[in-house]
C-alpha cells in the first residue's frame, strides 16, 4: 500500500472534483486525468477556507499534433511529376516523430521463395471483393485491371500483380512476407543524404511499418525515404536524381554508348551555348545529344556491316570498293 493521495476539495451544489496530488498519484498517465467526477452520498463538504484559484494544479494538455500519425499527419497526393503519387506531411513535425505506425492491407509470402502457396494471387482471391475495391481505390494504376471477386486469375493478371508486388511491397527483416500499406507503400524513394524519413518493418505480428522522421518536415512537404534495394537505382533520386526522361535518356545512352567514338560523356566536353537564355542552352542541349546519339548508331551500322558484309549485295555494300569505269581510266 503506498501513500495516500493528497484530496483537496472545491465545493459544489450536488458534486465536487477530486484534484489529486500529482507527487502521489502513482498510476498518472496522459490517458488517465488527474480530475475525476465524484458525488458523495452524504452531501458536498463546504472546506473552511476557499482555495485560491492560484493554487489548484492546472491541467496538463496534451497536444493531438505531438501525437499525431498515419491519417492526422499525412496524406497522399499527386506529386505532379513522373512520380506519380506520393505522401505529404499535412503539419510541421520535428525530428524523431513517427509520422506513420500502419498495419498491412495485404500480405502475401515473398513470391520469389514462395514454391507456389500463399503467393499474392491467392491472398488476393481470398480478400472480400469489398476489401478488393478498397485496394483498388488506394492503388488505381496498377489495380485497375486486376479483376475482383474471382476465385482463380489468368497468367497475365498474376503476373501484373507480382509487378504490384516487387514495386510496392515492403518485406519483413527475414524476408519471408511482404506486406502492402496504403499511405507507407505510396513513399517515394530519395539518397540517403535526401531522405527525411526512415522505416523499418515488424518481424512479429501485427507486421506495422514505423516511418520516422530524420529531418524537421514542414507541412506540404513530401515524406522520402531509402528503398535499400538495387531496384531503386532506377527510380533516381526524387530530390537529387534526374526529374526529366530526357536526362534519364541521357544517362542510359551513357552508359550504353560510353565507350564508343563519336560520343562524349564528359558535359565539359560538350558545345556551350554562346548566350545565357535558357530556351538556347536547351536547345544546344538537345542537338549536341542527338549529334552524339547519332554518331554512336552510325558507328553500330558501319561495325555491323563491316562483320556481315557477304550477307548485303555487292551493289549495296558500301564496304567494297565500285570499280571504275573504262571511260574514267
Given at each position: 500500500?503506498?501513500?495516500?493521495?493528497?484530496?483537496?476539495?472545491?465545493?459544489?451544489?450536488?458534486?465536487?472534483?477530486?484534484?489529486?496530488?500529482?507527487?502521489?498519484?502513482?498510476?498518472?498517465t496522459?490517458?488517465?486525468?488527474?480530475?475525476?467526477?465524484?458525488?458523495?452520498e452524504?452531501?458536498?463538504?463546504?472546506?473552511e477556507e476557499?482555495?485560491?484559484?492560484?493554487?489548484?494544479?492546472?491541467l496538463?494538455v496534451?497536444?493531438?499534433?505531438?501525437?499525431?500519425?498515419?491519417?492526422?499527419?499525412?496524406s497522399?497526393?499527386?506529386?505532379?511529376?513522373r512520380?506519380?503519387?506520393?505522401?505529404?506531411?499535412?503539419?510541421?513535425?520535428?525530428?524523431?516523430?513517427?509520422?506513420i505506425?500502419?498495419?498491412?492491407?495485404?500480405?502475401?509470402?515473398?513470391?520469389?521463395?514462395?514454391?507456389?502457396?500463399?503467393?499474392?494471387?491467392?491472398?488476393?482471391c481470398?480478400?472480400?471483393?469489398?476489401?478488393?475495391?478498397?485496394?483498388?481505390?488506394?492503388?488505381?494504376?496498377?489495380?485497375?485491371?486486376?479483376?475482383?471477386?474471382?476465385?482463380?486469375?489468368?497468367?497475365?493478371?498474376?503476373?501484373?500483380?507480382?509487378?504490384?508486388?516487387?514495386?510496392?511491397?515492403f518485406?519483413?527483416?527475414?524476408r519471408?512476407?511482404?506486406?502492402i500499406?496504403?499511405?507507407?507503400?505510396?513513399?517515394?524513394?530519395?539518397?540517403?543524404?535526401?531522405?527525411?524519413?526512415?522505416?523499418?518493418?515488424?518481424?512479429?505480428?501485427?507486421h506495422?511499418?514505423?516511418?520516422?522522421?530524420v529531418?524537421?518536415?514542414?507541412?506540404?512537404?513530401?515524406i522520402?525515404?531509402n528503398?535499400?534495394?538495387?531496384?531503386?537505382?532506377?527510380?533516381?533520386?526524387?530530390?537529387?536524381?534526374?526529374?526529366?526522361?530526357?536526362?534519364?535518356c541521357?544517362?542510359?545512352?551513357?552508359?550504353?554508348?560510353?565507350?564508343?567514338?563519336g560520343?562524349t560523356?564528359?558535359?565539359?566536353?560538350?558545345?556551350?551555348?554562346?548566350?545565357?537564355?535558357?530556351?538556347?542552352?536547351?536547345?544546344t542541349?538537345?542537338?549536341?545529344?542527338?549529334?552524339?546519339?547519332?554518331?554512336?548508331?552510325?558507328?553500330?551500322?558501319?561495325?555491323?556491316?563491316?562483320?556481315?558484309?557477304?550477307?548485303?549485295?555487292?551493289?549495296?555494300?558500301?564496304?567494297?570498293?565500285?570499280?571504275?569505269?573504262?571511260?574514267?581510266q
Amino acid at each position: 500500500m503506498g501513500m495516500a493521495p493528497s484530496v483537496s476539495w472545491i465545493g459544489t451544489v450536488n458534486a465536487c472534483f477530486c484534484i489529486l496530488d500529482q507527487e502521489a498519484n502513482d498510476f498518472q498517465t496522459p490517458d488517465k486525468p488527474t480530475i475525476f467526477l465524484v458525488s458523495p452520498e452524504d452531501g458536498t463538504p463546504e472546506p473552511e477556507e476557499p482555495i485560491p484559484a492560484k493554487q489548484i494544479p492546472a491541467l496538463q494538455v496534451f497536444s493531438s499534433h505531438q501525437n499525431a500519425y498515419n491519417e492526422e499527419a499525412v496524406s497522399i497526393r499527386d506529386t505532379l511529376t513522373r512520380r506519380g503519387l506520393g505522401v505529404f506531411a499535412n503539419m510541421d513535425f520535428e525530428r524523431g516523430h513517427n509520422i506513420i505506425a500502419e498495419r498491412p492491407a495485404i500480405t502475401c509470402t515473398h513470391w520469389p521463395a514462395s514454391n507456389g502457396a500463399g503467393t499474392i494471387t491467392e491472398e488476393w482471391c481470398a480478400l472480400p471483393k469489398e476489401d478488393q475495391r478498397r485496394l483498388q481505390a488506394a492503388f488505381c494504376k496498377p489495380l485497375r485491371c486486376i479483376p475482383t471477386g474471382r476465385e482463380t486469375l489468368s497468367w497475365l493478371y498474376r503476373k501484373s500483380l507480382e509487378r504490384f508486388v516487387l514495386e510496392y511491397a515492403f518485406c519483413n527483416p527475414q524476408r519471408s512476407l511482404a506486406h502492402i500499406y496504403v499511405l507507407g507503400s505510396h513513399m517515394n524513394h530519395a539518397c540517403r543524404s535526401c531522405a527525411n524519413a526512415q522505416q523499418w518493418t515488424e518481424s512479429d505480428a501485427p507486421h506495422r511499418i514505423i516511418v520516422k522522421l530524420v529531418k524537421p518536415v514542414k507541412a506540404g512537404e513530401e515524406i522520402f525515404i531509402n528503398y535499400n534495394r538495387r531496384q531503386a537505382d532506377s527510380f533516381g533520386c526524387a530530390v537529387c536524381g534526374p526529374q526529366t526522361r530526357m536526362d534519364k535518356c541521357k544517362s542510359f545512352c551513357e552508359r550504353l554508348f560510353g565507350r564508343f567514338p563519336g560520343f562524349t560523356a564528359n558535359e565539359d566536353e560538350a558545345p556551350q551555348a554562346t548566350t545565357v537564355d535558357s530556351a538556347s542552352q536547351v536547345d544546344t542541349q538537345t542537338a549536341s545529344f542527338s549529334t552524339y546519339l547519332m554518331g554512336s548508331i552510325e558507328f553500330l551500322r558501319d561495325k555491323a556491316i563491316a562483320t556481315w558484309h557477304h550477307l548485303f549485295p555487292k551493289e549495296d555494300n558500301p564496304t567494297q570498293p565500285t570499280p571504275s569505269s573504262p571511260k574514267e581510266q
